[in-house]
């Protein structure tokens, strides 16, 4: 069996080592800021990364919810010197920091890193496009549902998952590009149609899909 063949990309980022930092974060703490240093990239181990960013104006928008096992900042690698966004720990946060230099490296001399974090950044391209789609042909209320699923990454119509970090009305809006008051009143809707209940927290119903898919 040779190296390549033996090397895991998942314990590779389970573990600390030259250029790892494994890095715990309390719920509502900082991660980083928009402007600060790009200098590295990122991987949940555990918990829940809020992405925002702030216009000139002083607006926030939140553009992302992401959790276990996501890359985020890998954008340094494209050479860009500062966060373009703020991150923020919505629950208790166990994150791999990794250097760029050791990044770059990984990824040169080591096959199946490499394609696991293709994988993943082939995975994020096609989710974007997705929302792009979203945000210029569909409905509010389509995009909100579509968020919701992505939450809860589920992918079964019969499944139901909870949404683990407290996620507010304000953040829906936020993500899809509307107001809370258009969030609440679908979220009635969806509540009386049985795609989402508040059973010891929100759950969203994968029937939910149904109107996803539904043209």
Request: charged share 25%; net charge positive; aromatic share 6%.
């Amino acid at each position: 069996m040779t190296h390549a063949d033996s090397f895991d990309p998942k314990a590779f980022l389970r573990t600390i080592g030259a250029g790892r930092t494994v890095v715990k974060y309390r719920k509502n703490d900082k991660v980083f800021s928009q402007g600060d240093s790009a200098d590295s990239v990122l991987h949940i181990q555990k918990g829940h990364v809020k992405l925002a960013v702030v216009s000139g104006r002083g607006k926030e928008a939140v553009v992302a919810i992401l959790s276990a096992n996501d890359f985020f900042r890998e954008t340094c690698l494209a050479g860009q010197p500062l966060r373009r966004a703020s991150a923020s720990a919505l629950t208790e946060c166990i994150l791999l920091k990794i250097e760029k230099p050791t990044m770059i490296r990984m990824l040169h001399e080591e096959p199946a890193f490499s394609q696991h974090f293709l994988d993943y950044l082939l995975s994020k391209s096609v989710q974007v496009q997705e929302q792009l789609i979203d945000q210029l042909f569909n409905s509010s209320e389509k995009r909100l549902a579509r968020a919701l699923l992505l939450l809860t990454r589920s992918d079964k119509e019969e499944k139901a998952e909870h949404i683990t970090p407290r996620i507010t009305q304000e953040m829906l809006a936020e993500m899809i590009g509307t107001t809370r008051e258009t969030v609440n009143h679908f979220m009635n809707k969806f509540k009386k149609l049985g795609f989402i209940d508040y059973d010891g927290g929100l759950k969203v119903h994968g029937s939910l899909r149904s109107l996803v898919l539904n043209e």
